[in-house]
């Protein structure tokens, strides 16, 4: 049976790759796009999370959540993906409407009524997630696990302390990880082992329509070691999904800094604890990261 997920997303260049996986990998069942406030605005997330959906021809339903983080002002990355959010692939404009709910309540409602407990997938800052799981703490029991990108065991990218995802809401990342929920936390460290060589791109454009569309948005993407590789950090969450054994989790506590001069935002990764609902990716072969990367291109258009 594929696993049925909730995608919460910014598009984002890397969360376009994420997402057209996603779409098309046979363990996984798309259930809904959630979109927030993070790379761009939520006003050119949503249309970019719709772009992508339409590209596709996909009949996978896209609601609008949070436009900005619980408390502070909202922070967004244009010089990483470009003032739209995804520089470099001419997209058509979007028709189809989205659900006319926020998408916090649309989430609610769809774990309530599910058969099988669902899996959260966020790749964007986590507000909507916190303000799922403290509005409707009842949803909690729907809820298989939480695979989400963000945090760094070591150093951050957005300053020297903090990840972008949980910089730009500390106070929902906080919350996320102080649930007691199962967490899979993919953060720096994962795509700081391994990355997409330059000499790969090529045989990503040639390889299908998506993977050409990827090769133009790349050309536009400014993620960390820009130099040595693409890091494509939200894809890690669905590959983890899907090949799980290729990675190396280890069980550790996550506190995030919510106040301090030059460390808000900051994950503090604690690994001294045996058990833990929270598993830290750590570690992946770069020779089977990107076999995983071409045979989820594979399987899309």
Known sequence: MPIPIIIDTDPGIDDAAAISFALHHPQLDVQLISTVHGNVSIDKTTRNAQQLIEHFHSNVPVASGASEPLIQKAVHAPHVHGESGMAGYQFETPTTSLVSQNSVETMKEMLLQSHTPMTLVPIGPLTNIALLLKTYPEVRAHIQQIVLMGGS????????????????????????????????????????????????LPEIKAMNQTGNMLYHLFQHYRGESFLEGLNVYDAYTIMYLCYPELFTARPAEVHVELSGTHARGATFVDFNVTESPTQVLMDIQAKDFQAAFLEMLQYCP
């Open 153 to 200: 065991a070591g150093a951050g990218n957005v300053t020297p302390a903090a990840e972008f995802n949980i910089y730009a809401d500390p106070e929902a990342a906080h919350i996320v990880f102080h649930s007691g929920l199962p967490i899979v936390m993919t953060g720096l460290d994962i795509a700081r082992a391994s990355n997409l060589p330059y000499a790969l």
